[in-house]
């Protein structure tokens, strides 16, 4: 008896003191920088839905803007790139054969900009000139008279090797393998290596451990390890180079129910599970090393989370709204230091530039 109750009074110390430590997540004071993008005239962003930094400090946005078609259905996919300051440089693959409806964009270690559209199916890898280097996955056939868009059969048809099925986002290992989470439909991670050679792909649909309900941001550690934004299942899940299973992380830390506000639409219930509910993973990035950590974004609070690689929160910073220092669905972030964010947001049609001052 006294040893249970021994072990009773340490379960509700260490009770306690997770209970403590999720009430003590401090919040990270930050800073947005005003008007950083120098949009040309008659040039505008839509839907931002990626940002990525390149060696140079030069800023990628992918966005769903250059609208042409149809009121349903339309073609929304632009990659524009920016200097250090903001300044407009160019536009990479204007009217590509793959620019459907624009989803997230890379930079790998050799400063060649990669794409994913999941409007398309594919992604595509320039070369730092903004020449296609590389292709993957294979749109519709527009003579097609079956073409039309993606159906989603529960349970989905098989995934085919080399193809994909609303692809959401890549990354890459030391070897220079490619990890590309494929996303909407087929649930799974593809892995390719430096040569584009289809190597396997992990991961189904479902909610178990390697299981995924909508893969929708992915990023590596400098030890290789792959970590999977597994949105609909409210989680970032873990797997070594091969795709096993290391471990899951969940993100919970209180805030104020009754005055937080959703970005758009109704507010989702207070024990929601899925991609609306508080700490459900929307974007991810993993800074450079030596000390390397993660960051996370929800749709709703609409904040963003400071995370060592284990899962500790660290800090938070942020909440929806429009304002600057305000979030409208944060759908990518690049973080090339610990102390710097590239957000780019859905609902705001804008990228914001994130300095963070943890240390006042």
Not at 30 to 54: C, D, I, R, T, W
Not at 112 to 129: H, L, R, T
């Amino acid at each position: 008896m006294k040893n249970l109750a021994i072990l009773f009074a340490l379960w509700i110390a260490a009770s306690t003191a997770l209970f403590a430590q999720g009430q003590a997540v401090p919040e990270i004071p930050f800073e947005s920088v005003p008007h950083f993008l120098k949009m040309p005239p008659n040039l505008y962003l839509g839907e931002a839905a990626g940002v990525a930094v390149n060696s140079k400090g030069h800023v990628f946005v992918f966005s769903r803007g250059n609208s042409t078609g149809p009121a349903y259905g339309a073609g929304a996919a632009q990659l524009l790139e920016f200097g250090p300051d903001g300044t407009y440089l160019r536009e990479i693959g204007h009217n590509l054969y793959a620019w459907s409806f624009a989803h997230a964009v890379r930079i790998d270690k050799e400063d060649n900009i990669w794409a994913a559209d999941k409007g398309s199916d594919m992604v595509i890898k320039f070369d730092p000139e903004g020449r296609v280097a590389m292709v993957f996955g294979r749109k519709q056939e527009a003579s097609d008279e079956g073409t039309a868009p993606l159906k989603h059969p529960k349970p989905p048809l098989p995934p085919v090797d080399g193809q994909f099925r609303q692809v959401t986002d890549m990354t890459w290992d030391a070897a220079g393998n490619t990890y590309i989470s494929d996303g909407y439909i087929n649930s799974r991670v593809a892995k390719v290596d430096k040569n584009g050679k289809w190597l396997m792909s992990f991961g189904e649909p479902g909610s178990g451990p390697g299981q995924f309900n909508t893969p929708h941001s992915i990023a590596a550690d400098a030890k290789g390890n792959i970590y999977v934004a597994d949105r609909g299942n409210r989680r970032i899940q873990v797997f070594d180079g091969e795709g096993k299973f290391l471990r899951q992380m969940a993100i919970d830390v209180p805030f104020d129910y009754a005055k937080a506000a959703p970005a758009i639409g109704r507010k989702p219930a207070q024990d929601a599970t899925g991609t609306q509910a508080a700490g459900s993973p929307w974007a991810i990035c993993i800074t450079p090393g030596p000390n390397q950590v993660l960051y996370a974004a929800d749709a709703f609070p609409g904040r963003i989370y400071k995370l060592s690689l284990d899962g500790t929160v660290l800090g938070m910073l942020g909440e929806s709204g429009k304002q600057l220092k305000e979030f409208g669905w944060i759908h990518e972030m690049a973080c090339p230091s610990e102390n710097v964010l590239f957000v780019a947001e859905l609902l705001n049609w804008r990228v914001q530039k994130l300095i963070l001052h943890p240390q006042k």
